[in-house]
């Protein structure tokens, strides 16, 4: 095996890694709430930051 092979081989690995510990984080009953109190954020028009920086 080339290098570009066990990069890619390692980087699939991690990335797998990294997914299934970010799906046993969300499907947790222990954080049900606190997931459950942030679905709605992104859709927020009520944010107390109006994203002006310059004070302007």
Do not use: I, Q
């Amino acid at each position: 095996m080339t290098a570009n092979d066990w990069v890619g081989t390692v980087l699939t690995v991690v990335v797998f890694c990294l997914m299934v510990v970010v799906y046993v984080y969300a499907l947790r009953p222990k954080n049900r709430e606190h997931l459950e109190s942030k679905k709605y954020m992104p859709l927020d028009d009520e944010r107390t930051d109006n994203g002006d920086k310059n004070g302007g």
